[in-house]
């Protein structure tokens, strides 16, 4: 009897999980079996449905290797440069007066959807932008320089560096607002001066949140579409873009499929790889 | 109105770990008892058993004449006094105060009568349309006090309700928390780790360790005739010794200890020989200054290492043979450190106690 | 003495000019690209604003004028607005009972749960439309604001619970207690404390969601069209198909009026540690 009663309350706590989790679970199935069983060449749309093997041999091409290193370079580059900024940026925030105000004004950018923001910063860093007529006006460069579309994907990662530097940023701070203050005091009580605080506490203490920000941007910014498709180069382009052209320009569903497991697979084993090594890092220090 | 309660061969274990191993004990109607011991003896399991947040493993719970182990928490009409207080910080006190009224659908007409009396218990008056995080720790302390007898519990629980306030107010509101029961008239069980909190305000103390009762009797018989080493050690303070004790006639006894041969005069104790313990309590430790007569007491003969002066009392650390102990003397006494000192103890004065 | 006062004259100076100068800087890091943005909505066609003018030579309000009458914006305002309002409200309804769940109940895998509930964030979002559209497009739903309400709603959940498992988290368990204590039922448990107790994160829950399904481009943009046009996927239409930087300009404020109007009064619901909780450990 009470065996039983306790039964029944477990199983009603996962019933609980069904409407949240249960739905994301059904959508998340659906889509990639839909993606996995397509890479197969099943669910075909535009040609015969049948099981082969034929998509995944022709998928490793001199474009999709391109454009998978394009999308690892702007997301590597754009995550550390960010990372430059925004923790240093974290540390100064908090020692200055007037830090809620600083605050309210750096969340902006994190609600500026990425069309928008790629469009502000483009009228910004274009042929025509002010700052090619400052920098012409102070003589650093002669001719103005052409950003927009540049073939190595300056502004490509301009605009991600806009758009995360306040994501991570707000990251930052959390970590280093969340040190509490009676340890540092401990620390200086206990005669640690102000350089050893920050290498033996305050470091230690927002690492993790550090390593965590940097994979999150770096994921964010693999994944991009609209940023590269606006304002990054012609060729090569995201892997993202490669599989949508592929699916609606060239009406090549399963090697869309393909592209899209690659990605995954691409995403989930960095972000694997990335999370051992940082935990390495932690029990070294 | 006031309802006795009954736990029969409680049980409760968490993983491996046994909280509560077969507890038994009866409170009468309107008595107020304490559950005292160290931390994770079981004390607070033991309160959440009987206002039903959890369940036990074994074992019945009764209030009165009813079996209360299906009933859920809220259909027990205990009231609690946490710890943490648990005000709602969402609601005024008065809208805390009331809500037990509400829940017991208590006529809404009824409900300013009853908060504003039971807010006059607690000389809370005039601070009805107050948030909790407007109050001072005290003043949070009585509206969880108010909010709980408003509803008219048959039992009220208190979870060590005053460890979050300073000395002086915990004195003074333990005294209050007291009357409070009293002039309702309510069972009352009160959890706490404070020995000199569960003295003052109790009329049964039972004490508790490792999830089995230990002893449950009075506050005087708990401090005076201890039934255990642990209990002597826990309960106050206490010189405790390992000795050999030998019937002698009647209720004394010839007792061998590391303080030398002893006399005590013990009426309880139903062995006549074997190892046992020596209790002494300091404040039955008496100095014997040169001249002075010490008639039929035990004189212990040492050394002050440590003479400390508390304000009410003069607290000496001695060495009698190779073995410390401790005296609380009166404070006018003035004995330096290093002093050579008898003691005289009366036989009365000493328990032999079970280890 | 003298040097002692210039030294705590440079430290006073510092204390409020860095701050100041951070102001500034981020004032022109935000609000350079908006005020050129406001230019560029304003150019007159008929003066072209071309290299090396720093400021266009007249304004009018003429591309303003030729969107609202020319385009269906307001159609597009107004699908936004109601897709991110059902949005908003099936996130809610779909995240309560899980976050309680998982913030309340102590269920045994409760850690891989949470892990598992933010993969909709983490996945790459292009294929999940591309593929979740194909989907949704076997279910007759494609095109249709259903599939694209469905679609934004895998996003919402997470972010809705995200922020509700930890509110849920922090009700101190003796206020439950207490409550359970003098009489309180189940669904007055859940009324009149866990609800108030929840609602701040509720709010910041739901602010997150509307914005984030407001700015959703990816699912809109392959679920929902050509039926279904949000203000993103018509500013997609000005900016990745073809380059016209007045018009995208125009569409570009539209869209951010209403999400910075709503994250301005908001703001003071949305703690930081909402925030962290949102974004914090995706």
Redesign the interface.
Known sequence: MKTARKKRKFEWGYLLLLPGLGYILFFLAGATGMMIAQSFGLFNYTAESRFSLEYWRGILNETFVDDLLYSLKIAVCASLLCICIAYPLALIIKKLPGERTILSLVKIPMFIPALVASLLILNIIDYHGILNIILVRLQIIEEPLRLRNDSWGVAALLIQAWKNIPFMLIIMYSAVEAVRRDVIDAARNLGAGRLAVFTQIIVPLTLPSALVSVILVFIRVFNDYVISKTAGPLYPNTISNLMHVTAYLYNDWPSAACIGCLMVITAVSFVSAYTYLSKKLMQNL | MAEGLSLKNITKRFGNFTALNHVSFDIKPGEFVTLLGPSGCGKTTLLRII???L?PDEGEVWFGDQKMNDV?????????C???Y?????KTVYENIR??LR??KVPASQHRALVEEAMAMVNLTGLENRKPYELSGGQQQRVALA?SVV?RPNIL?FDEPLSNLDAKLREKVRVEIRDLQRKLGITAIYVTHDQSEALAISDTIISMNQGAIIQKSDPRTIYDRPVSKFIADFIGTANLVPCTVTRQQGSLFQVQSPYGMLLAEDKDFPHDSGEYYLCIRPEDVRPVLDGEPAGEDNILEGVVKNSIYMGNTLDLFARVQTEPLRASVWKDYHIEEGTRIRFAVPRSKIRILEG | MEKEFSAQLTRKLLRYLVPFAIIVILIAWIGVPMAYCFLWSAVDPDYPWSYPDPLPQKLSLFHWRYILENTNILGAVGSSFFIAGCTTILSFLLALPTSYALGRRQLKGAGFFKTLMLLPLVLPGMAMAIFLGRMLMKMGLSGTYTGVILAHTLMGVPYMMRILVVSFESVPQDLVDAASNLGATAFTRFAEVYFPMVLPGLVAGSIFTFINSMEEFNLTFIIGLPTVKTIPTVLFSYLGESFARTRASVVSLILLIPNLTLLLITERFIKTEYMGAALGKM
């Open positions: 206002a039903g947040f369940e859920p928490p809220h259909k027990r009409n205990t009231a609690m946490f710890q943490s648990a005000l709602f910080p969402h809500f037990g829940m017991r909010r509803v629980l």
